[in-house]
């Protein structure tokens, strides 16, 4: 006999969001089977990969190793609202694309999420060393990082210029 569901309310990629499923799934089990936002990948249900990182209230979180009860009330953004934080294409995105830092893809929703944290978290161009410290905890097995390590230095200075261009207005 399966646990009777429960109605989860919690705001996904800026939109309020109930949904109803058992007391034991994941946060990524609801995302992606009830929500139908399968970005975020399931990988080794371990915590292991990275594959299903999202962001809980702006924080880097393993989907798969967080129970769907633990995001009730809170802000989840997954891949798919990366776009709808920058107004269109993230410049993370953008660089993604630009550096063909994704090869096979599967990491990149992950590294997309903990490198956003990162350069919002900064506000300031990145060294190598605070991507690779950023990103310890996603896999990557097709790129080497070195394209992906790039692409987000290369968006943080994207994203410096336009922070210092938007203060140049202001005053």
């Known amino acids: 006999m399966s646990p009777a569901a429960i109605m989860l309310s919690m705001t996904v ?5 109930q949904v109803a499923a058992p007391p034991h799934w994941t946060l990524l089990e609801v995302l992606r089977y009830r929500l139908d936002l399968i970005g975020s990948k399931q990988g080794c249900d ?13 924080v880097p979180q393993l989907a798969c190793l967080t129970l769907a009860i633990h995001a009730e009330g809170r802000a989840v953004t997954t891949v798919e609202g990366l776009g709808l934080l920058a107004g269109g294409v993230h410049p993370l995105q ?28 900064r506000g300031r161009e990145v060294t190598r060393a605070e991507v690779c410290d950023a990103l310890a905890g996603n896999l990557c097995r097709c790129t080497g990082y070195t394209k992906i390590i790039d692409a987000v230095v290369d968006a943080s200075r994207v994203m410096a210029g336009a922070n210092t261009q938007e203060a140049g207005r202001d005053e």
């Not at 990629?13 to 969001?17: A, K």
């Not at 292991?48 to 702006?58: E, L, P």
């Not at 063909?100 to 990162?118: H, K, M, R």
């Open 13 to 17: 990629n800026g939109e309020p969001v």
């Open 46 to 58: 371990k915590g292991d990969c990275g594959a299903c990182t999202v962001q809980i209230d702006g």
């Open 94 to 121: 953008d660089a993604f694309d630009r550096h063909t830092a994704a090869q096979c893809g599967f990491c990149t929703p992950g590294i997309l999420l903990s490198a956003e944290a990162l350069l919002r978290k």
